[in-house]
Structure formats: structure tokens, C-alpha cells
């Protein structure tokens, strides 16, 4: 890849977003004003100029789509050698299958169907409410899921962050609590388990953390206003002693409030 080339139509915005010498960059910028392009370049330049090595460079986004299309940029660039891009789960639940191996634990199934597990915990434990109760809990075990907040812990930060949910906080939370423990009993996980584990694992073993950090050495996020409290952690564990970072995002374009993101995450990311 010719690194003057990588650059040569960008406008002087763009050309300085992609060429900045900071490795901790956040990129905010409105729709249209090509932040994919800034950043599938970014990647591109540094490689092309040995800033950053394509083996050790994740690309993260929030949609299988999104990540099809930064993988096709890239490689539309020139680009021939491999970077991981992918979305938050795909990424870490390949981390976490590796883990398992690594540790010799029992691979879990990953339930893709929250509805249809939280139907087989009301079942199993006598809960009323049919497909109201679902609906509740699956919005309610999302917006903590996201948070990291757990079952037991759910009742009290719902209550200060002034939750509200159809039928209360008590019933939300006794769904939340049996869909916990069918989980434990079935040995499955969830989609939001994956960053969960990982996270967990990573921040009781030093080992596993300065594994991940050494793999995925420069990081970079598309759509960032889209991340959730838990996938910040997740940005934060990997930038932790190297700061390669770099975020691309507009705030007024966040789509994902309802699963926990959390724009201000973005706003706020020059005094975080």
C-alpha cells in the first residue's frame, strides 16, 4: 500500500484524523462525514506506514454488516494481510472459546433466545405474566446486562436509577433472578455473558488480560456513541498501559439506547 495514496482525497479534517501522530484519538464528526472512511484509512495508513502491525489491529463495530463492510474497505485499500474486525460478541466469543480450552473448561452453549429461556424460568418456577413478564424481563435483564449489574444486585441500582417496568421492580427482578439460575442449572450463557466472562476472567487473571492486550495491541471502534457501560469496560481493559486507541462516533446518531448504550460514554471522552 502506497501510504500517500491512502490520504490523497481525504479532505485536510480527514487527512489529519487519519494521520495524527496521537494514538489515543476520538474522532466526532456528523452524519456523512465519512468516520468509516477515516477509520478503515487510519488502519490502512498505519500499516502501510509500519506505525501499527495488521496481526495486532481489532476493529470492533456493533453489527455483522458493519463489520462485512469495514473488512471489504480494507481490503479495497490493498490491504492483504489479516485484521480482526468483527462485532463486541463475535470477537470476544471467539476469546472466550479459546479460554475455555485454554483453562480446560467445559465449552457452554450460547443461547441465542433470551424470550424463549425467560418462558422456560417462568415455567420452571411458577412465575405469572405469560408474554407481558417476558417482554419486561428481557428489557429489564438487557438494560443491567449492560451495565454488569446481576441479578441480586438488580433490586437496589434499579430502584436509585428510578426504573419503573410494568408490574415493578420485584417482579422484574424475581424474573431476572430465575432466568439467572436456569442459566446456571442448563449451563448456557447469553450473548451479553460473553463480555461478561471475558471481562471477568480478564480482571481476576493479570496473565489473561496482558494476553488480550498484547493481541489486540491497537484498537479501534466504529459507531462508538453505540457503546454500552460494559463495553466500555472492555475498551478500557485493552487500552490499559498502551492508550492505542482510537474512536470514531456522533453522539446524535446513537441507535442502541435501548440495549444500554450510552452516548454520553463519547461525549464525555476527553475528561474519561
Given amino acids: 500500500m502506497d501510504a500517500d495514496a491512502l490520504i490523497a482525497d481525504l479532505d485536510p479534517d480527514q487527512r489529519d484524523a487519519v494521520t495524527t501522530e496521537s494514538r489515543l484519538v476520538a474522532v466526532i464528526a456528523g452524519a456523512g462525514s465519512g468516520k468509516t472512511r477515516v477509520l478503515t484509512r487510519r488502519i490502512a495508513h498505519r500499516i502501510a506506514t509500519g506505525d501499527a502491525d495488521a496481526r495486532h489491529t481489532l476493529a470492533l463495530t456493533f453489527?455483522?454488516?458493519?463489520?462485512?463492510?469495514?473488512?471489504?474497505?480494507?481490503?479495497r485499500l490493498g490491504l492483504r494481510d489479516h485484521v480482526e474486525a468483527g462485532t463486541f460478541h463475535s470477537v470476544m466469543l471467539s476469546v472466550l472459546r479459546q479460554r475455555w480450552t485454554d483453562t480446560e473448561r467445559r465449552p457452554k452453549t450460547i443461547v441465542p433466545d433470551r424470550g424463549?429461556?425467560?418462558?422456560?424460568?417462568?415455567r420452571e418456577d411458577g412465575v405469572g405474566g405469560g408474554r407481558q413478564l417476558v417482554?419486561?424481563?428481557?428489557?429489564?435483564?438487557?438494560?443491567?446486562?449492560?451495565r454488569g449489574i446481576s441479578a441480586d444486585r438488580y433490586p437496589a441500582v434499579a430502584r436509585r436509577e428510578g426504573r419503573r417496568p410494568l408490574g415493578g421492580v420485584e417482579a422484574a427482578a424475581a424474573t431476572y433472578e430465575s432466568y439467572a439460575r436456569l442459566k446456571r442449572k442448563r449451563g448456557v450463557i447469553d450473548f451479553d455473558d460473553v463480555l461478561l466472562d471475558v471481562l471477568d476472567d480478564a480482571e481476576r487473571d493479570g496473565e489473561f488480560?496482558?494476553?488480550?492486550?498484547?493481541?489486540f495491541r491497537h484498537l479501534l471502534v466504529d459507531e462508538a456513541q453505540d457503546l454500552n457501560p460494559v463495553q466500555h469496560r472492555l475498551v478500557d481493559l485493552l487500552r490499559h498501559g498502551r492508550d492505542d486507541v482510537f474512536l470514531v462516533g456522533d453522539p446524535a446518531q446513537a441507535v442502541y439506547g435501548f440495549n444500554g448504550a450510552d452516548p454520553s460514554l463519547l461525549v464525555e471522552v476527553e475528561s474519561r
Avoid: F, K, P, Y
Avoid at 63 to 75: I, W
Avoid at 116 to 122: F, H, I, W
Avoid at 209 to 215: K, N, Q, S, V, Y
Fill in 63 to 75: 453489527t455483522r454488516e458493519a463489520a462485512g463492510e469495514l473488512r471489504r474497505r480494507l481490503h
Fill in 116 to 122: 424463549r429461556l425467560l418462558r422456560d424460568a417462568q
Fill in 135 to 146: 417482554e419486561v424481563g428481557n428489557e429489564e435483564i438487557s438494560w443491567a446486562m449492560a
Fill in 209 to 215: 488480560a496482558d494476553m488480550l492486550r498484547w493481541r
